[in-house]
């Protein structure tokens, strides 16, 4: 299936900055792993009819991307300064990164990966080799500063 990533538009400056790197380093990735490129949206180009219907992937949080929050309240996700929750689990911590895959709710034959943190400033992709390892249900990194660091992976 094919996947779009959609960025976020939101936020301050540092916020923008930190969604660009993120965009960034998952396009070097991919790079590496797949030999090509991916489609990238902006939240404001995502036109619901014909992008929700293939796997997508949301770049930032729920105050600096619009489809991320249009999702909030029928996503078992939360992510704050401190915690990150998802339906089983829950992270606690200062500058903690994200990615967590779930059931697009809009048609449920499709995923929705949420990449980012509640603090974009020093937000960075997971440095993962998605090509051997895959996608996990689950990732939280902490962030400090820009180094990076795996606190906990796995599926559901």
């Known amino acids: 299936d094919r996947f779009v990533i959609v960025r976020g538009t939101g936020g301050d400056e540092a916020d923008r900055l930190g969604i660009e790197r993120i965009c960034n380093q998952m396009l070097a990735?991919?790079?590496?792993?797949?030999?090509?490129?991916?489609r990238v949206?902006?939240?404001?180009?995502?036109?619901?009819?014909?992008?929700?219907?293939?796997?997508f992937v949301l770049v930032g949080n729920p105050k600096t991307n619009k489809v991320w929050q249009m999702l909030a309240p029928r996503i078992p996700l939360v992510v704050n300064a401190t915690e990150i929750k998802s339906p089983s689990k829950s992270w606690?911590?200062?500058?903690?990164?994200?990615?967590?895959?779930f059931r697009n709710?809009?048609?449920?034959?499709?995923?929705?990966?949420?990449?980012?943190?509640?603090?974009?400033?020093?937000?960075?992709?997971?440095?993962?080799?998605?090509?051997?390892e895959?996608?996990?249900?689950?990732?939280?990194?902490?962030?400090?500063?820009?180094q990076i660091g795996l606190l906990d992976a796995g599926k559901w």
């Open 105 to 132: 709710p809009d048609d449920g034959s499709h995923s929705v990966v949420f990449i980012g943190a509640a603090n974009l400033k020093y937000a960075q992709f997971s440095p993962q080799n998605l090509s051997a």
């Open 29 to 38: 990735a991919w790079k590496i792993a797949q030999f090509g490129n991916f």
């Open 134 to 146: 895959g996608w996990f249900d689950y990732a939280i990194w902490h962030t400090s500063r820009g």
């Open 92 to 101: 606690q911590g200062n500058d903690l990164g994200l990615q967590m895959i």
């Open 41 to 55: 949206i902006t939240d404001l180009e995502f036109e619901r009819n014909s992008d929700s219907m293939a796997n």
